[in-house]
């Protein structure tokens, strides 16, 4: 069996085994099959020195600390794959240390920021489109409210079924990384915006028998993330924030700092969010913190 049917037989795996998003299937394909072409007669023969060259050169290319970590991630899954079926002996990354990255913070918004592209997204659903366009108006009103309500993944936003907003309950489930499905909640400007954008949908011939909330006309058969992206950005623009400083991701951050600056539990930002490890959602701390701080200088006696 050469490297090309390994890779192979490893992303099978993960996708059976492990029910690996489509996304993820895909970054693993193009990483291993990179690193299979850079290395002399591919990576399934590979030895320790041979992948250590492989991250030399591509920190000589200059690719980010955090690219080479994801690229070490998928070999190390790969050799421990092939270790555990007896495809190979050893496993040669075994010796090798991950890049060194530090963690960013996230990118956010203020709550009065967020609160200026809500409003804006809402008047323009009212009749204050720029283009006159009312039917995408209500569907930006309703994508934009249902995130910043739910903290969903762009991916899980826009492949929502039409059942969500049929059903108008406080609360949904959705099938998140991992084929996971977990419970989160609807605010009532929420469930309005839905209600709006179904009853403009229903008058859509095209949209009628779709079973996405967010109908288009692509391979998906549904809204696609670079036109929400798109879309968000113009938005901010009206709303008179930067571009530059908004995405459907950076949304989703702001409902997780917005909850925890309001007291909300890290464990429970955790599953809202579909976080499987709590130290993801741990890049929030310093929200946490700030908190803290706060806490203290109001209400602590000897604070100045």
Do not use: C
């Not at 492989?54 to 970590?69: E, K, M, N, V």
């Not at 283009?131 to 249902?146: F, I, K, M, Q, T």
């Not at 609360?171 to 909640?185: I, N």
């Amino acid at each position: 069996m050469n490297s090309t049917a390994r890779i192979e037989a490893f992303l099978e795996m993960m996708n059976a085994e492990r029910g690996a998003a489509e996304n993820t299937l895909s970054s693993y394909r193009r990483d291993l099959e990179d690193a299979s072409e850079a290395i002399g007669g591919g990576l399934a023969g590979a030895a320790a020195a041979d992948i250590r060259a492989y991250l030399d050169d591509i920190a000589a290319r200059g690719f980010a600390p955090t690219s080479q970590a994801r690229k070490l991630s998928a070999i190390r899954q790969f050799f421990k794959f092939l270790y555990a079926e007896g495809l190979r002996g050893d496993d040669p990354t075994g010796t090798l240390d991950s890049p060194k990255k530090g963690r960013p913070l996230p990118k956010t918004m203020t709550e009065a920021e967020t609160g200026r592209l809500v409003d804006r997204a809402a008047e323009e659903a009212g009749g204050a489109a720029p283009d006159g366009d009312r039917l995408a108006a209500l569907r930006l009103h309703a994508l934009v409210e249902v995130l910043y309500a739910t903290g969903l993944r762009v991916s899980e936003l826009v492949g929502l079924p039409v059942t969500v907003a049929l059903r108008d309950d406080r609360f949904f489930m959705v099938r998140g990384k991992g084929d996971k499905e977990r419970m989160v909640p609807l605010s009532a400007k929420a469930r309005a915006a839905m209600r709006a954008w179904l009853a403009a949908r229903a008058g859509v011939p095209a949209y009628a028998d779709s079973p996405f909330l967010f109908p288009a006309s692509s391979d998906s058969g549904h809204l696609s993330r670079q036109v929400f992206a798109r879309d968000l950005k113009g938005l901010a623009a009206r709303a008179g924030i930067a571009a530059t400083k908004i995405s459907p991701h950076v949304l989703r951050h702001a409902f997780a700092s917005h909850l925890l600056q309001n007291g909300a539990d890290l464990r429970a930002v955790q599953q809202l969010l579909g976080h499987a490890d709590i130290s993801t959602t741990q890049i929030y701390t310093h929200v946490l913190e700030e908190r803290l701080v706060r806490l203290v200088n109001d209400h602590h006696p000897l604070a100045d």
